[in-house]
């Protein structure tokens, strides 16, 4: 496999410190060759037009974006930064603190605390959460083909996972820890032994990397690399608003179309971005952003979204329903001899409906406040733990998104609903006795302290597993107290419920949701693979094969009167529509000074 080039070490460190003086001037130090097109949302001008607006530069925005570029002009609105300029961010080392050094704001991992009290991560950067995860890469398993909802044509599948592959896929080189994980594996049973291999199969197998063999990350933002750079445009700091909707006709009732977006940029100024006569308007804001940004863009439950005061514009009630979260349960010991610093590389791939994961971290140890025996150290001490973890497949279990603010930047309120399904619970507990028997190997022997008396045990880092691992409420009471998440978060659009098999919202025109809010399961073991595969493989489908929708004269006419009152300084605008019940949906982008744009079937 053709391996990308990495930058040098020191061109990094040049990258770094020349990267306040860039971004205080709107603009990007020297990086990757996609950095050229990319720009701060402050230097974009008020309003301009495209053929694509892909709302979420993430792990499926990004490659959406590079392929609709081939052919038309394409822009990609990121609520967040660019990756290149966090150090900790692009190397595996700095895993784990990319995580902890979250903030509300600005950081590249927006912390949130799910109702069930499980702290989870979304993506805040170019790249999205490809930029923050542990970096494993395994194409999706034959059962998601199956109940995804979509007509896979599975030739281009493979040749979009192949165009993923050529520029972020690598394979990882295995030390002490994973390889004693794999041998593990294979003792408690988890055959056949795969190798290193890309695609879904029962047994302990080598997954691809993300990560190159410097340590370096590499995210969905390189595939921006395949982008005709003369046709695209990538800003970051632009946190999206509202979809801006308008009558897809005179003659079609309560019928929607999108015809653009309204965001802003760090400063809090108003920028509209339209599209287009047969563009679309395309969510791949994630599992949270993109049905919150339906809600707040008045599509959603008619009685939810009244309630919050906000115009109903088109009643779909299943917006943020059926939102899934993969729990993650598991162990985690100190070793008594040196580890390496490893994120999940092996796999083993159970017929229990579970997977079985590894990864081994450095991290700070506090000494307890206040202690009259332990002396607080001057510098930080650090333990490297070792963790084995399961991942149920599906799962079942299923929650809901609703807003917790109208501001966009407000994370909503998420419930998952751990275990509430008993398969799943079922699934978690045989899951964790293959944990234990992974443990009881011959190959777990070296990470054992000895004892006093001669005898050898592990020295766990929080809750060990029961001792009567035969006994199921034991075993079930584990699982519900231990149950963490993976960051495998999918759902609240998902297909047939909120968009159709083409990834079209129901009932609205020139509005598609591609990312993995539109799963009812997770694809296979890590879903990163697949969702950079979606990116790629949606428009070639759909877009190529089928044609472009065409608009009547009564869209061009209203994207006509939009584009009088922008260039004539008229702004901000408030765009006006009669819906079937006769009411009045409107987006108001702000209150002094607005130009009003108000249509009825009679005006036409």
């Known amino acids: 496999m053709a391996k990308p080039m990495s930058s040098s070490p020191s061109f990094l460190a040049l990258l770094i410190v020349f990267s306040l003086h860039h971004l205080s001037r709107g603009q990007f130090p020297q990086g990757p060759s996609y950095s050229k097109f990319v720009v701060n949302a402050t230097e974009m001008?008020?309003?301009?037009?495209?053929?694509?607006?892909?709302?979420?530069?993430?792990?499926?925005?990004?490659?959406?974006?590079?392929?609709?570029?081939?052919?038309?002009?394409?822009?990609?609105?990121?609520?967040?930064?660019?990756p290149y300029t966090n150090p900790n961010l692009m190397s595996q080392d700095g895993f784990l603190t990319s995580l902890m050094e979250a903030d509300p704001y600005d950081s590249p991992a927006q912390t949130f605390t799910s109702e069930d009290g499980v702290a989870n991560a979304r993506g805040r950067v170019l790249g999205g959460s490809s930029a923050i995860n542990a970096g494993f890469y395994s194409r999706a398993d034959e059962d998601f083909y199956k109940k995804s909802g979509m007509k896979w044509d599975l030739h281009i599948v493979n040749q979009s996972y192949e165009w993923v592959e050529r520029a972020v896929v690598f394979r990882p080189e295995l030390k002490n820890w994973q390889?004693?994980?794999?041998?593990?594996?294979?003792?408690?049973?988890?055959?056949?032994?795969?190798?290193?291999?890309?695609?879904?199969?029962?047994?302990?197998?080598?997954?691809?990397?993300?990560?190159?063999?410097?340590?370096?990350?590499?995210?969905?933002?390189?595939?921006?690399?395949?982008?005709?750079?003369?046709?695209?445009?990538?800003?970051?700091?632009?946190?999206?608003?509202?979809?801006?909707?308008?009558?897809?006709?005179?003659?079609?009732?309560?019928?929607?179309?999108?015809?653009?977006?309204?965001?802003?940029?760090?400063?809090?100024?108003?920028?509209?971005?339209?599209?287009?006569?047969?563009?679309?308007?395309?969510?791949?804001?994630?599992?949270?952003?993109?049905?919150?940004?339906?809600?707040?863009?008045?599509?959603?439950?008619?009685?939810?979204?009244?309630?919050?005061?906000?115009?109903v514009v088109h009643h779909l009630p299943y917006v943020g329903q059926f939102l899934y979260d993969n729990p993650r349960n598991g162990i985690s010991i100190v070793s008594p001899i040196p580890l390496e610093h490893s994120l999940i590389q092996v796999v083993g791939i159970t017929n229990l409906g579970a997977y079985i994961e590894a990864a081994s971290n450095v991290i700070p140890f506090a000494s307890p406040a206040r202690s009259v025996f332990i002396r607080t150290p001057s510098s930080p001490l650090y333990l490297t733990v070792a963790t084995l973890m399961e991942k149920i497949i599906g799962p079942l279990s299923s929650g809901s998104l609703q807003l917790a603010s109208t501001d966009i930047k407000v994370n909503p309120l998420v419930r998952f609903n751990y275990f509430a399904d008993p398969l799943d619970l079922e699934r978690c507990v045989s899951g964790m006795r293959k944990v234990g028997d992974v443990l009881r190997s011959r190959s777990m022997e070296e990470f054992k302290f000895r004892e006093w008396f001669g005898g050898q045990d592990f020295r766990f880092v929080g809750p060990a597993l029961p001792v009567n691992q035969s006994n199921d409420a034991q075993m079930a009471e584990f699982c519900h107290r231990t149950v963490s998440t993976i960051w495998h978060y999918h759902g609240g659009c998902i297909v047939g419920k909120v968009v159709d098999s083409d990834h079209q919202v129901l009932g609205i025109d020139a509005l598609r949701v591609v990312d993995g809010s539109t799963f009812n399961v997770s694809p296979g073991t890590n879903p990163q693979a697949t969702l950079m595969m979606l990116g790629r493989y949606e428009f070639p489908v759909q877009i190529e094969a089928k044609g472009l929708t065409k608009r009547s004269a009564f869209f061009n006419f209203f994207i006509q009167r939009v584009y009088e009152a922008v260039s004539s300084h008229k702004f901000p605008f408030h765009v006006s529509t009669k819906n079937s019940d006769g009411e009045i949906a409107s987006e108001d982008l702000n209150k002094p000074g607005t130009t009003h744009l108000e249509f009825e079937h009679g005006d036409f």
Request: net charge neutral.
């Open 45 to 82: 001008p008020p309003e301009d037009y495209y053929d694509y607006i892909v709302v979420g530069g993430g792990t499926a925005g990004c490659p959406l974006a590079a392929t609709l570029s081939e052919n038309f002009r394409v822009l990609v609105l990121e609520r967040g930064g660019v």
């Open 179 to 311: 390889s004693a994980v794999r041998d593990g594996l294979l003792e408690a049973g988890v055959d056949p032994y795969r190798g290193f291999i890309l695609d879904h199969a029962v047994g302990t197998k080598i997954g691809g990397s993300t990560f190159d063999s410097s340590g370096r990350r590499h995210t969905a933002a390189d595939l921006l690399g395949y982008a005709k750079a003369t046709n695209i445009r990538v800003a970051v700091h632009a946190s999206v608003e509202r979809i801006l909707l308008a009558p897809t006709s005179a003659l079609s009732g309560s019928k929607q179309s999108a015809i653009g977006v309204v965001y802003r940029d760090r400063i809090g100024r108003y920028h509209h971005a339209m599209v287009r006569e047969n563009g679309e308007v395309i969510l791949s804001a994630g599992a949270i952003g993109t049905p919150q940004l339906l809600l707040l863009s008045g599509i959603g439950p008619r009685s939810y979204l009244s309630s919050w005061g906000i115009p």
